[in-house]
């Protein structure tokens, strides 16, 4: 045993540092196979008390007062005076990621000393705010398009544009800057207004009117930059079915094969960022509906027009998928996904595959302008996951010719793509995120999370090591330009052309003798 332990300490050390549950597992689990070639350690924040507020505590009559010096001492004082004062945390990096060749972490704890030195393979970039958010993203695909007419992207990114309002009683002469809005009578047209850097949905709108801006804006009075977008008036519409959901170990009703509202929906695509710059593509696609129904739908319905999973399956608005500010964060801590349920599975079905899309579109006919059969839905749904890959390598063909997307060598980075979906299978790209909330896919869909968690490590973490054995030190850790890597072969199987099969699949390759360019592979 002693003998082991000691050969253990020789293996390169990865780090495992997730505030995610569901993800975290995943990777532990991906890395229980890889004992013989790997040092596997969780490397949990340290948290370490900076500072003691005072807190206020209700007087006798149950107004709040604040708390006296003298309470914080606790000297003389008695039980209560302790409880008017907390103590402020912050979470400092574990130290073992200092010491560690791969990390698969929090961004705000990377070691990127370390990275920029090519000693630790982390899983983020460190600017990457051309892609994750809305304003920069909008810029930089208006860029590429402009001088490419022939580009993939033209007619799949909605008409966006960029506002800013430097102050709440400024919205005038920031309308200024976007008359398609300000000079259209009201109800003309409907937009989707979205703060710039923040995710979970938070202040997201759907207006028809200057007015109706002007009052979305308003409710976030400090921020400064916002995106204006056309409203996609002709989606595609799902049948909803509910699925079987479980309470106290009893099915809660048998409405599996019942037809609900027709609603709106989009496409999450995973694509994975290796080096500088790889870019792949994974075929196991999630379809994300939204709550109610989008027929008749109010305008102020956001539980019809939004489809992001941090709307709730009652009452909406809830608990949010899509977190923090301008990191592009898609989960609180410690939020598993949206669903109470202790089984995990999805919202009523809200969660699905995009390979489960064409049994439901084949049933009813009402959801597209002309009823298909199971085979037309089925090449309709390949084509559309082909064409998304296609729009992704584009999107990153177009971010990475910027310096607002740095890819690093000896980085890689998850993200996740929207695109909705017009009644005529256009995909339309909505936004990238960082950082994407897998753990919402809920317990139906762990085993395609799975394989692209496995998928992942093959194509980062297993090419640090050849045949068990660590690279040779002086060898650069960063990740190779050009070719296939030993994890990269392809597959005899049948899915090697199937764009639904969950594996990976490289879609873009950044060619570094030709600035701004590089070639679609898949």
């Not at 689990?29 to 505590?57: L, T, Y």
């Not at 082909?386 to 990475?400: C, H, K, M």
């Not at 910027?402 to 909505?430: K, Q």
Request: hydrophobic residues 35%; proline residues 5%.
């Amino acid at each position: 045993e002693e003998t082991g332990g000691t050969l253990d300490l020789l293996l390169p050390l990865a780090t495992i540092d997730l505030e995610d549950p569901y993800l975290r597992d995943l990777v532990l689990q991906a890395f229980e196979s890889r004992k013989g070639s790997w040092r596997v350690e969780r490397a949990d924040p340290i948290p370490v008390e900076v500072r003691r507020a005072k807190v206020e505590k209700p007087d006798d009559d149950g107004n709040s007062t604040s708390s006296s010096e003298e309470d914080e001492g606790g000297g003389g004082g008695g039980g209560d005076q302790n409880e008017t004062t907390t103590a402020l945390f912050d979470l400092l990096p574990s130290p073992l990621i200092s010491a560690s060749r791969f990390h698969w972490g929090e961004y705000e704890r990377i070691d990127w000393d370390r990275v920029a030195k090519g000693d630790t393979i982390a899983s983020s970039f460190a600017v990457r705010k051309g892609l994750t958010r809305k304003a920069q993203l909008a810029l930089g695909l208006r860029k590429w398009v402009s001088k490419r007419p022939g580009s993939p992207l033209v007619g799949c990114f909605p008409e966006t544009f960029i506002l800013q309002v430097d102050h709440v009683d400024y919205i005038d002469e920031a309308l200024s800057d976007l008359p398609e809005v300000r000079d259209a009578p009201e109800g003309a047209s409907r937009w989707i207004v979205k703060p710039s850097i923040t995710n979970r949905a938070a202040g997201v709108a759907v207006v028809d009117g200057c007015e109706s801006l002007r009052r979305a804006l308003e409710r976030i009075p400090k921020m400064r930059e916002w995106v204006v977008q056309r409203y996609i008036d002709n989606p595609l519409l799902l049948p909803q079915r509910r699925s079987r959901r479980r309470f106290g170990g009893k099915d809660r009703g048998t409405s599996s094969k019942k037809l609900l509202s027709p609603r709106k929906w989009h496409v999450r695509s995973y694509a994975l960022c290796v080096g500088a710059l790889k870019v792949y593509s994974f075929g196991g696609m999630l379809a994300l509906t939204a709550v109610s129904g989008y027929e008749g739908a109010a305008l102020d319905d956001l539980d019809a027009h939004l489809t992001n999973t941090c709307r709730k399956r009652e009452g909406g608005g809830g608990k949010g998928m899509e977190g923090g500010g301008g990191g592009g964060k898609e989960r609180g801590e410690g939020e598993e996904n949206d669903d109470d349920d202790d089984d995990g599975d999805d919202d009523d079905g809200r969660i699905l595959l995009l390979s489960e899309i064409p049994q439901l579109l084949s049933r009813d006919p009402k959801t597209t302008s002309s009823c298909l059969s199971l085979p037309e839905a089925t090449e309709k749904t390949r084509q559309l996951a082909s064409r998304i890959s296609t729009l992704v390598a584009e999107t990153f063909a177009a971010v990475s010719s910027e310096l607002t997307f740095f890819a690093l060598p000896s980085a890689f980075e998850l993200f996740g793509f929207d695109f909705l979906v017009d009644e005529n299978w256009n995909p339309w790209l909505l936004e990238a995120n960082a950082d994407p909330d897998v753990g919402a896919s809920g317990s139906r869909l762990r085993e395609v999370i799975r394989k692209m968690v496995e998928g992942v490590l093959k194509l980062t973490a297993d090419e640090l090591v050849v045949g068990g054995k660590q690279k040779e030190e002086n060898s650069s850790s960063s990740f190779s330009a050009k070719g296939k890597g030993e994890n990269e072969k392809e597959d005899d199987d049948e899915s090697d052309n199937d764009p639904l099969a969950p594996k990976w699949r490289l879609v873009f390759e950044r060619d570094s003798g030709r600035e701004g360019a590089g070639f679609r592979v898949g």
